[in-house]
């Protein structure tokens, strides 16, 4: 396992940095979740909400992401990272970003200081963007993982863009269609696009490599391809035109026919794997995508029902349960090989070296689980039952897991080497 890591591998400060700003920004959230209790089940337009979602999105989910591309984009496209300057680059454009963005929402501030934090994130996502390409495109081998994460490359730009734009339209009015609406797609190209892609992309590689499984039916990976990006380009086109409604659903089936797909293939690589026993983890992981058909399951619901808190449990299920659930499951089968290839690769063999799970607190993995399974399930039963005190209360679970999960990354990332030859 330990082998993906070693060869080719990007510096420290082009992965390590986003893992650890990254916990920062989920205790942070969790904590905006505690704060904002009674407001959680309220309008999505709403400026709390809004900061949210974009800690959630930005500091949470794609801090992480980036720190994990950088890392696996060698393994991929088997030669080195493009640039581990622009690599570094993104980390400082993409922090600065999304703390004045976070700043500029919790206090609905849409002046100058939120467009230039917009500008810093839009920046980040292309030198992303850029560095991806460059390294995808210097490599001998074509394969489907690389469509993926050009692909999601793609639409993180065009997220950006359209929110910086959004964000520019809040002060300077300029954009013929309803803001709102609009909105709706920017999210979801956020979603379907960005996360979605990314993560199925990312998944396809990794997963089989946890299990030691292997799978033949790659046609899958095209066909979920395919139909994730038709979906989304339907639905941005019909949305742009015309308002969201009921009809939307039929784009979010070619979406969902598309995860299917992906699905079949990680189960397929399951039913041939050589490792039987599967870990917590990985039950973070199968958790993640419960939520994750959750989610589609209920695009219909909240098209036809107007009450705000089913798209408050909507993007529950997007946020809190798919993407968070498998970054806490993934970090701990990625971050501890990063830091041992670092600290150990030339000791290996010469001396006795701890292994890679012996980097964190290994018994702290239960009480993460189940508090997350707990936290989880108290605020979608607090949005239904739309109980201000119960979401509280469970800000208090969110917090104490985020803890859990800052205090093991950040041993990790900390870990000294005291073994000498």
Known sequence: MADIFINKAPKELAVIPFYGTAAIFFIVLCVLLFLSASEITGHYFNPRILAIV???????????IFGAAYQLLPVICE?????????????????????????SFWRFDMGWFMILSGICVLCSSYLYAFNLYQTANDSNKSQVYQHFLLLSAFWLCFTTT?????????????????????????????IAGWFLQLICGV?????????????????????????????????????????VALRMSMYAVFVALGTVCWLLYILDTYRH???????????????????????????????????????????????????????????????????????????????KIPMPKQLYHERLIPYQYYLYLGALLLMCIGIILEQPFLLQMTGILWIIVSLLYGYNVFRIIFHKTTIAL
């Open 54 to 64: 974009h800690t959630a999105a930005l500091g949470w989910g794609t801090m992480v």
């Open 162 to 190: 359209v929110g910086l734009l959004l964000a520019i339209n809040l002060r300077y009015t300029f954009i013929p269609r309803n803001h709102l609406e609009i909105l709706k797609l920017h999210a979801h190209a956020g």
């Open 273 to 351: 794997r050589a490792r039987k026993k599967v870990e917590l983890l990985m039950k973070h992981a199968g958790l993640s995508f419960v939520c994750l058909s959750l989610a589609f399951m209920f695009i219909p619901v909240i098209l036809v029902y107007p009450q705000t808190k089913w798209a408050a449990l909507y993007g529950t299920f997007i946020f809190l349960g798919w993407i968070t659930g498998i970054i806490l499951g993934k970090t701990f089968k990625t971050l501890p090989f990063i830091i041992w290839n670092k600290r150990y690769k030339n000791l290996n063999g010469k001396a």
């Open 203 to 243: 998944g396809a590689k990794l997963i089989p490599m946890f299990l030691l499984g292997k799978s033949k039916r790659t046609g899958l990976l095209y066909a979920a391809l395919i139909l994730q990006n038709v979906g989304l380009i339907l639905f941005l086109a019909d949305g742009y035109f015309n308002p």
């Open 79 to 103: 030669r080195e990272l493009f640039s581990n300057r622009l690599a570094f680059l993104s980390y400082i454009l993409l922090t600065i970003g999304t703390c004045g963005m976070i700043w």
